[in-house]
T-cell receptor, first 115, second 117 residues
């Protein structure tokens, strides 16, 4: 079990460019979450997948953001036409599904800086 | 609506002191789950504990202990005999259990703990 991995760890981009981040969850986890964390704040929920289905999106997820999990394994988060306000740490987490609410395991995050 | 409040923004202690991190939550559900996570300077969130709303037993794990009180909607975390390696930001989080919905975590703003040698 290698844990949740995210790539890249850091991304610097110019305003207006598109960026894409990847998340590989723990292999037996069928639930995958994306969160965003800005300086001095707790993580905020963006979106959630169960297997390949995207079941919930936060109002924080503007139409410039899109997420996919095509085969129910890894997931990508794309931000189009980046803005300076998109600068944040993007965190991916995964968990197992079941009758209870289980803990989510987080990856190291992708730190995005928009200049 | 769900809300988690961690009123202590920063705490600084000297090694070997005991320290308690406060967490107060709001939810309309009767079934919910509470969590604590640690975020060391490296940045990766580390899961510490999960507690469901039907289990009010306090828990102890080594130097860590948690006090869950539904009457005051609090889930406080105590570190006994703190060590420099405990320095981190600690987050309390809440998840409701909506049928068929996500179990997204709602986080507090975190408490930055600094343990000085």
């Amino acid at each position: 079990d290698t844990g949740v991995s995210q790539d890249p760890r850091h991304k610097i981009t110019k305003r207006g460019q598109n960026v894409t981040f990847r998340c590989d969850p723990i292999s037996e986890h069928n639930r995958l979450y994306w969160y965003r964390q800005t300086l001095g704040q707790g993580p905020e929920f963006l979106t959630y997948f169960q297997n390949e289905a995207q079941l919930e999106k936060s109002r924080l997820l503007s139409d410039r953001f899109s997420a996919e999990r095509p085969k129910g394994s890894f997931s990508t988060l794309e931000i189009q036409r980046t803005e300076q306000g998109d600068s944040a740490m993007y965190l991916c987490a995964s968990s197992i599904a079941g009758g209870n609410v289980y803990e989510q395991y987080f990856g190291p995050g992708t730190r995005l800086t928009v200049t | 609506a769900q809300k988690v409040t961690q009123a202590q923004t920063e705490i600084s202690v000297v090694e070997k002191e005991d320290v308690t991190l406060d967490c107060v939550y709001e939810t309309r559900d009767t079934t919910y789950y509470l969590f604590w996570y640690k975020q060391p300077p490296s940045g990766e969130l580390v899961f510490l504990i999960r507690r469901n709303s039907f289990d009010e037993q306090n828990e102890i794990s080594g130097r860590y202990s948690w006090n869950f009180q539904k009457s005051t909607s609090s889930f406080n975390f105590t570190i006994t005999a703190s060590q420099v390696v405990d320095s981190a930001v600690y987050f309390c989080a809440l998840s409701e259990a909506p049928q068929g919905g996500s179990e997204k975590l709602v986080f507090g703003k975190g408490t930055k703990l600094t343990v000085n040698p």
